[in-house]
């Protein structure tokens, strides 16, 4: 099973979207699940729901850290190759996806109003470009790493 279908598959099952991504690369990042969903489920639904940075791309802004990251405050090589990946890897998701803001890729979607996240259900997936999301974020990262 690929990144990409492990991805897809983690959101069908109920993970947001951030966690989706994160959770497929459990065996390159080296963590286990529970700490993985937990440090990306603040991320789902372009962060809490607002609708900002798509949480597939919040993901793999945090694989891309935890697998090519820096760590030391002075390396500003490190860095600025970091933040290099990480821009190219938005601009990957933002040509095949035309953005990569939660909203913009909603654009068109019924959504349901409010802060609360909405049921899961045949009806929710069958709308919602977020499986394919996931799914394009995981292959990326692929390509990437």
Do not use: W
Request: glycine share 12%; hydrophobic share 35%; aromatic share 6%.
């Amino acid at each position: 099973m690929t990144h990409g279908d492990l991805a897809e598959q983690n959101f069908r099952r109920g993970y947001n979207c951030a966690q989706s991504v994160l959770l497929a690369f459990g065996d390159v990042t080296g963590l286990d699940d529970r700490t993985l969903a937990m440090l990306s489920s603040s991320f789902g639904g372009g962060l809490g729901r607002l609708r900002e940075v798509c949480g597939t791309v919040s993901g793999a802004a945090m694989v891309l850290g935890l697998v090519r990251g820096y760590a030391e405050p002075d390396d500003h090589e490190g860095k600025q190759a970091h933040y290099h990946r990480v821009q190219e890897f938005a601009e990957r998701f933002r040509q095949k996806n035309g953005s990569i803001i939660c909203r913009d890729l909603l654009s068109g979607v019924q959504t349901v109003e409010g802060n609360d996240p909405e049921q899961r259900n045949a009806a929710y997936y069958k709308k919602r470009p977020c499986p394919a999301l996931c799914r394009c974020a995981a292959e990326i990262l692929d390509e990437m790493l």
